[in-house]
């Protein structure tokens, strides 16, 4: 069992006997009193769909969910509904945007290490790699001599995310993007 402190987002843990997604932590460390952090954590109910905030103190043990994370990848998406493919057996999962919503930002048909986290069976989320490549489609033109040091700029990506890119950085090239920072990475081999 970990501790609050070591749980990270997209976990499934088991709390008042119930599965929940960790969503969102915000770690606040309280001012004039003793003791260690506290973790405000948003969670969601894998069944209902109930949101959940609840704080724990760094020390309180929480117990992990069962769960079974399988390598898929984006198939195609049908409204609100986004269907993922896996990549052994084919299976298809169904995810509804909002379960979602922050990490389609970063995926399409071409994004490799993907997985569909499991609890009973039920597909409750996906976890993306570190980071992912995409195709910068919109942005201003690169400046000529700009350095990758210099200053940024906004760029919409093939996804529809907008991040913010160096200078000579144009449209068309293939970039890599931290998911959790939401930031530019680097060139994408080619």
Do not use: C, W
């Not at 770690?27 to 209902?48: E, I, K, W």
């Not at 959940?52 to 198939?75: C, G, H, N, P, Y």
């Not at 909002?98 to 989320?125: D, K, M, R």
């Amino acid at each position: 069992m970990p501790k609050a402190s070591e749980i990270k987002k997209n976990i499934a843990i088991s709390y008042d006997n119930k599965t929940y997604i960790v969503k969102d932590i915000e770690r606040s460390v309280p001012q004039g009193r003793a003791g260690g952090s506290l973790y405000r954590m948003r969670m969601y109910d894998v069944v209902t769909g109930r949101k959940l905030d609840e704080t724990f103190k760094d020390s309180d043990m929480i117990d992990l969910a069962d769960l079974v994370r399988r390598q898929v990848m984006f198939s195609y998406s049908d409204g609100d509904e986004f269907v993922f493919m896996d990549n052994e057996d084919y299976t298809p999962y169904s995810l509804n945007k909002s379960a979602i919503e922050e990490e389609i930002l970063f995926v399409n048909e071409e994004t490799v290490g993907i997985q569909v986290v499991l609890v009973n069976e039920v597909p409750v989320v996906i976890e993306l790699p570190t980071n992912v490549e995409l195709e910068v489609i919109e942005t201003d033109p690169s400046i000529k001599g700009a350095s990758a040091t210099s200053r940024n700029k906004p760029a919409k990506l093939s996804t529809g995310a907008v991040i913010q890119v160096p200078e000579h950085i144009s449209t068309g090239d293939r970039i890599k993007v931290n998911v959790e920072e939401r930031k530019f990475a680097g060139r994408a081999e080619k």
